[in-house]
């Protein structure tokens, strides 16, 4: 496949990461030699150094015969155009980064498809979706929603309170069993356990359930204590807080600390009032924490652009009592600094745009992929096809490839779990989870 980059900021190089791995014919554009000079050195892709708009730039990259073209500058106006032209010149998809809400709007659809976009990313809108998803379980760190609930992934810190450490996996991961620890993040380390392996204090543990079992869950691990969430604070009223309080359940309340007199009064116009109030002030003022509740905030949510505030944010946070922080942290080499420091979950909306776009570039029985950011895997729904490899054997004679695991199913809207004896049927959704892997390689078994 053929792809075309133009802009090398966060999404584009990060996106260049992972087509790295597929060993994509992948061309990046930007008008900064220092950027593409940070890239370059790292990944196995061509460089172009000039106008991303210019079409003899375009020409050079080969986007006439491009199976996609990507637009992830900051200038959205820039990415909307260069896409159009892209599509003109014979390019088979395009993608544009927006940042106007209102593009997204799926009655759009048809409008942008008609002027040569196909589709549009808007990553405060994937990043709202994060973090009220992860607001709705106070002791999740992580939560996935397979085929619309049928499976649901958690990713759970284990604390001294877990009753299910030191424990071989065979013998807790039975195929009768209601659930399969699929991943496990220790320290630096990312784990595809197997039977022998065993949970550990502090890991972090990916569990594969069905959703009637959350519930047992919840008990295994210790964390019936964990207040659920009712009250929000929210440092920093950006367009990715104003989306996340627009998508909150109807019974939890919020409140958001903006510094920006002038932003408070706009928040006031864009959100619903009954359920948030706003306030001119400065989230890292812990007297003005004490003031506004934060002891009776069961959640702290720092969104405002630099990382390093919003990860003391949630320290100090943390320290007076609030169980569940999520911090946006946009800097991709904070992250692992983020999660070493305990803070909880960790957004970054640019990663999570280059997982969307990533997903496109995929063959269309691939679905719903998501790269899980702190434990660097990936994890996908595939559909398996008929007279596939993966429908002639039984799970334990596929011959998986090292770093690749099944977690569950769906067959007929039902989820079920898998184990080594499942035999997988065509039509069935199939999740699996790969570590330092090409999703390329697990594709073939379901074709």
């Known amino acids: 496949m053929k792809i075309v980059i133009s802009g090398a900021y966060a999404i584009g190089t990060h996106l260049a990461k992972l087509l790295s791995r597929n060993n994509q014919d992948t061309v990046l554009i930007d008008d900064d030699e220092e ?22 730039t375009m020409e050079e990259a080969g986007v006439k015969n491009a199976d996609l073209y990507i637009a992830v500058t900051p200038d959205q106006s820039l990415n909307l155009n260069t896409c159009i032209m892209a599509k003109a010149m014979g390019a088979k998809r395009t993608v544009a980064k927006v940042d106007n809400y209102e593009y997204i ?16 990313i808007y990553p405060e809108n994937l990043a709202a979706k994060e973090i009220a998803n992860g607001l709705k379980m106070s ?16 990713g759970i810190k284990l604390r001294e309170t877990c009753e299910i450490l030191n424990e071989p996996l065979k013998d807790l ?8 620890i699929v991943a496990i993040k220790r320290g630096d380390e990312t784990i595809i356990p197997r039977g022998d392996d065993e949970l550990k204090i502090y890991d972090l543990a990916y569990f594969m359930t069905t959703r009637n079992y959350i519930p047992y869950i919840r008990k295994i691990v210790g964390k019936e204590h964990y207040v659920d969430v009712k009250n929000v604070m929210m440092m920093g009223g950006g367009e990715t807080a104003v989306r996340a309080v627009a998508m909150m359940p ?23 009032t009954d359920r948030v109030m706003v306030i001119n002030g400065d989230g890292r003022d812990m007297q003005l924490l004490m003031e506004e509740g934060v002891k009776n905030t069961q959640a702290f949510v720092a969104l ?29 080499d904070y992250v692992a600094m983020a999660e070493s420091l305990d803070i909880g979950t960790i957004v970054n909306k640019k990663a999570m745009a280059a997982s969307a776009i990533y997903q496109m570039m995929l063959d ?10 702190t434990a660097n895997a990936d994890v996908a729904e595939f559909t398996a096809q008929q007279g596939s490899k993966v429908t002639k054997k039984k799970v334990f004679e596929l011959g998986l490839p090292q770093g690749a695991t099944i977690g569950g199913l769906v067959r007929h809207g039902q989820g079920q779990l ?30």
């Not at 991961?173 to 399969?180: A, D, G």
């Not at 997988?424 to 697990?442: N, Q, R, T, Y």
């Open 304 to 332: 405002t652009g630099n990382a390093e505030t919003n990860i003391l944010a949630c320290l100090t946070a943390k320290r007076m009592g609030v169980r569940k922080t999520v911090a946006m942290v946009e800097n991709m």
């Open 105 to 120: 709007d799926p009655k759009l659809d048809g409008f942008f498809e008609r002027i040569g976009i196909t589709s549009l």
């Open 364 to 373: 269309e029985d691939v679905h719903n992929i998501r790269f899980l950011m």
């Open 173 to 180: 991961c039975k195929p009768e069993s209601p659930y399969h």
């Open 139 to 154: 002791w999740v760190r992580q939560r996935w929603d397979v085929h619309d609930g049928a499976l649901v992934m958690l």
């Open 250 to 272: 109807e019974y939890m309340d919020c409140k958001i600390l903006e510094m920006d007199e002038q932003r408070c009064q706009k928040l006031n116009d864009l959100v619903d």
């Open 418 to 447: 898998v184990s080594g004896g499942t035999q997988i049927e065509a039509g069935d959704i199939v999740v699996v989870f790969c570590h330092d892997l090409s999703m390329e390689k697990i594709e073939k078994f379901f074709k």
């Open 35 to 56: 950027r593409l000079l940070n890239v370059s050195s790292d990944y196995d892709l061509l460089t172009i150094n000039d106008d991303p708009s210019s079409i003899s």
